[in-house]
């Protein structure tokens, strides 16, 4: 079993920046890919960012490219959501999800609690 517990959600001004965290449980860690979404109240979650099992390969949706940077440490059990030059579009509830398959999938095994970012205009 794998607990995650996301931090780092606030209030910000566009503009700004925040860094979620993820802090996960368990031994394995270093084996699980590690992905962030987010989801708004009537749509569907959607992947933010991904990070492989030792962060040599990351990806991004489209929206936040540029501006949001996804990293791990392992020896730390904890991922991380750099997010800058944030937009009033990117208010949401921010998750942090772990995949045991090497890649992170819409469905991972895993899923923490969430924490909201609003950015206000």
């Known amino acids: 079993q794998v607990q995650l517990v996301e931090s780092g959600g606030r209030l910000v001004q566009a503009g700004g920046s925040l860094r979620l965290s993820c802090a996960a449980s368990?031994?394995?860690?270093?084996?699980?890919?590690m992905g962030w979404f987010r989801q708004v109240p009537g749509k569907e979650r959607e992947i933010v960012a991904a990070?492989?099992?030792?962060?040599?390969?990351?990806s991004y949706a489209d929206s936040v490219k540029g501006r949001f940077t996804v990293s791990r440490d392992n020896a730390k059990n904890t991922v991380y959501l750099q997010m800058n030059s944030l937009k009033p579009e990117d208010t949401a509830v921010y998750y942090c999800a772990a995949d045991l398959r090497g890649v992170v999938t819409t469905t991972p095994n895993y899923w923490g609690q969430g924490t909201q970012v609003t950015v206000s205009s």
């Open positions: 990070i492989n099992w030792n962060g040599g390969s990351t």
């Open positions: 368990g031994r394995a860690f270093s084996t699980y890919a």
